[in-house]
């Protein structure tokens, strides 16, 4: 694989793709929904030039799937795509047996990445980290976008960043800190850019992008894709006062909810991305459990905040 060209084509609209699932006693996979949905995200403008999908991450249950489904999810959006955009695959495990598999197995099935975040459950070293990820580089050269999840795991310091750049097949890093402060956020965009394509996980896209990220992770396009469209197109343009009103007016809403329902409900991911979706009348479904499903509890209100948002083809009540 040609890692620089990865690395080059990992901007825009990092979008994490949700796993749907039909209404039965196993909520197996909706293969036909997913492929739907990934039609929507190319139909409304999404392409090469401003996104890359990510299947099978923590909004696409990858903690509920198996290995197989995994693998069955993934192809089927690479298949949908028809190579229009570029796909990751979350490849987050607690083994490093299975990572060294998820690797091939991307590789083999056409994605450009896999995601990969430290191990979770047990608080591992950096050094753990490191061998992890060269493990999973050593297996396939699939290029790597390494996913700094510190509120599930060990952390990844500016430290252990700088040794990741002798890795050659990570290309990428998502990233996000638990800044008190010291702006260790920015200090890794600035020192960093020019070896990594850097994807911003904290929605200071305004800051980010003068810093020099240029990747977005952006849940609005599963719903709203033209929105993430003109988004990237804005940052390009620099026309930051216009990007930074957009984040206000439609992202904050969503996660000020997205928060109350973690709070109050259930915790996961992707839920509400799945709801949003079936209100704009797309292929939907619940998330599998232990996350409850919302969508009883919570459609009205959310119904109304894309209301609220200008968000188009919302059904009306």
Same mark, same amino acid.
């Given at each position: 694989m040609d890692l620089e060209k990865a690395r080059q084509h990992l901007h825009g609209c990092y979008v994490t793709v949700p796993t749907q699932f039909l209404d039965n006693r196993e909520l197996s996979p909706n293969i036909d929904g997913i492929q739907s949905?990934?039609?929507?995200?190319l139909d409304g403008g999404l392409n090469d030039k401003n996104a890359v999908f990510l299947v099978g991450g923590a909004a696409g249950d990858f903690s509920t799937m198996t290995f197989e489904e995994r693998i069955?999810?993934?192809k089927a959006v690479v298949e949908a795509t028809e190579g229009k955009v570029p796909v990751a695959m979350g490849a987050q495990t607690t083994s490093t047996a299975e990572l060294i598999k998820l690797s091939k197995a991307a590789r083999d099935l056409g994605a450009i990445y896999i995601q990969v975040s430290c191990p979770f459950y047990f608080n591992h070293s950096e050094q753990d980290?490191?061998?992890?990820?060269?493990a999973a580089a050593d297996a396939s050269d699939i290029a790597i976008i390494?996913?700094?999840?510190?509120?599930t795991s060990t952390g990844v310091s500016l430290e252990m960043v700088n040794k990741l750049t002798n890795i050659s097949n990570v290309v990428g890093l998502k990233w996000s800190s638990p800044d008190i402060g010291w702006m260790?956020?920015?200090r890794v965009i600035q020192l960093f850019n020019s070896r990594f394509s850097i994807i911003d996980n904290r929605m200071e896209f305004v800051a980010s992008h003068i810093l020099g990220a240029r990747g977005f992770e952006v849940h609005v396009c599963n719903y709203w894709p033209e929105w993430g469209a003109n988004l990237i197109e804005s940052l390009n343009q620099k026309d930051y006062v216009k990007v930074q009103n957009q984040l206000l007016k439609v992202v904050q809403p969503f996660m000020k909810l997205w928060q109350k329902i973690?709070?109050?409900?259930? #915790? #996961?991911? #992707?839920?509400?991305?799945?709801?949003?979706?079936?209100l704009v009348g797309l292929p939907s479904s619940r998330s599998r459990p232990p996350t409850r499903d919302i969508r009883d509890q919570?459609?009205?209100?959310?119904?109304?905040?894309?209301i609220e948002s200008g968000v188009p083809r919302v059904i009306r009540s």
């Amino acid at each position: 694989m040609d890692l620089e060209k990865a690395r080059q084509h990992l901007h825009g609209c990092y979008v994490t793709v949700p796993t749907q699932f039909l209404d039965n006693r196993e909520l197996s996979p909706n293969i036909d929904g997913i492929q739907s949905h990934v039609r929507f995200l190319l139909d409304g403008g999404l392409n090469d030039k401003n996104a890359v999908f990510l299947v099978g991450g923590a909004a696409g249950d990858f903690s509920t799937m198996t290995f197989e489904e995994r693998i069955h999810v993934a192809k089927a959006v690479v298949e949908a795509t028809e190579g229009k955009v570029p796909v990751a695959m979350g490849a987050q495990t607690t083994s490093t047996a299975e990572l060294i598999k998820l690797s091939k197995a991307a590789r083999d099935l056409g994605a450009i990445y896999i995601q990969v975040s430290c191990p979770f459950y047990f608080n591992h070293s950096e050094q753990d980290f490191l061998e992890y990820v060269t493990a999973a580089a050593d297996a396939s050269d699939i290029a790597i976008i390494v996913y700094n999840t510190f509120w599930t795991s060990t952390g990844v310091s500016l430290e252990m960043v700088n040794k990741l750049t002798n890795i050659s097949n990570v290309v990428g890093l998502k990233w996000s800190s638990p800044d008190i402060g010291w702006m260790t956020f920015e200090r890794v965009i600035q020192l960093f850019n020019s070896r990594f394509s850097i994807i911003d996980n904290r929605m200071e896209f305004v800051a980010s992008h003068i810093l020099g990220a240029r990747g977005f992770e952006v849940h609005v396009c599963n719903y709203w894709p033209e929105w993430g469209a003109n988004l990237i197109e804005s940052l390009n343009q620099k026309d930051y006062v216009k990007v930074q009103n957009q984040l206000l007016k439609v992202v904050q809403p969503f996660m000020k909810l997205w928060q109350k329902i973690e709070k109050e409900y259930t #915790g #996961g991911d #992707g839920y509400l991305d799945k709801l949003c979706m079936e209100l704009v009348g797309l292929p939907s479904s619940r998330s599998r459990p232990p996350t409850r499903d919302i969508r009883d509890q919570y459609r009205e209100e959310t119904r109304q905040m894309l209301i609220e948002s200008g968000v188009p083809r919302v059904i009306r009540s």
